[in-house]
């Protein structure tokens, strides 16, 4: 068994992810430093925040900025990491535009921390998550060799963390795994992304709005935690760089269907939004062929049961009351 650090492992992916290896019987450490990013209020946040340690049952929790030297020194001198999965990340390419030096410092200088620490530490796999963004507009359905050419601030640190990843291993021998999962969704997340956001939305206005016939490849957050916690321990994915995704392109039109069907609303149309690039489905038979992985959930299951979930939050019983 491995000694596992998951830097923002009470995060949304990562407190599923910690689950995961938990079970295992892995030994779990978290670093977290419970960024609100400047748009969570409290009533938000803290209960889903305490859902979230709850689900990650870590061994041991540090609480700070992985941006931060010293701090991240200590946390790897008292718990000697063989694999860390670095999942401390913003949300998504908005907030980075809205906070960049903020969100540079979080993507580009703590990734060099950290590799470094690694080396330092001897860690035995790196695990980084990036982002479907580095492709920028689909030119064709991607697998692992699509061009890379992001349209986003936030694209564009994913894939300078992917090029770090790669000279590190050349300049230092520290192995890599690099993830590329798309449009997630899923329990204890927060009013962040397109599915959380219509329902949101509903619950607050009657109303949703879908910008543009744009699909999406919306993957189920356990599906995605499951894939992080394959390729960290496997063998056969040192040093790959796999799409992490359902592979099932879905218009949001169709998710926002979904979420009238038990919600009920009024769903507006509006124009695609040209700050994101054009997306669909992408390729992930190599995940699936090296990692033996095996999504299983698509938005006919997943969004009612992010529904229900959602409902059942004391913020979104307020709005219904």
Known sequence: MENI???????????????????????????????????????????????RQSHAQADQVFAGRIEDEQFMEKVFDKFKPTVVIHLATYPNAYMVKHNVVDATNNMVVATAVILNLCVKYNVKRF???????????????????????????????????????????REHGLNYTIM?????????????????????????????TVQGNNKLDFSWVDDVADAFARVSVNPLC??????????????????????????????????HDGFYPKRGAL??????????????????????????WLAQQPYAKTIQS
């Not at 990692?291 to 529904?307: C, H, K, L, Q, R």
């Open 283 to 308: 390729n992930s038979d190599k995940l699936k062929s090296i990692a033996g992985w095996n999504p299983t959930v698509d938005i006919e299951d997943g969004v009612p049961t992010y529904v229900n």
């Open 5 to 51: 650090l998951v830097l923002g492992g009470h995060g949304f992916i990562g407190s599923h992810t910690c689950n995961i290896l938990k079970k295992q019987g892995h030994h779990i450490g978290v670093v977290d430093c419970y960024h609100h990013y400047h748009i969570f209020k409290d009533s938000e946040y803290i209960p889903v925040c305490m859902q």
């Open 127 to 169: 695990v980084f998550s990036s982002s479907s963004l580095v492709y920028g507009d689909f030119e064709y359905t991607p697998d692992e060799a699509h061009p890379r050419n992001p349209m986003t601030l936030y694209g564009s640190y994913k894939l300078q963390g992917e090029n770090m990843c790669k000279i590190w291993n």
């Open 180 to 208: 590329r999962p798309s449009a997630l969704y899923g329990t204890r997340d927060m009013i962040v992304r397109v599915i959380g956001k219509m329902v949101w939305s509903v619950l607050n206005t009657g109303k949703m």
């Open 238 to 271: 040192e040093n790959q760089t796999f799409n992490c995704t359902r592979g099932n392109g879905r218009t949001i039109l169709e998710a926002a269907e979904l979420i009238q069907k038990h919600l009920g609303g009024e769903i507006i149309t509006d124009d």
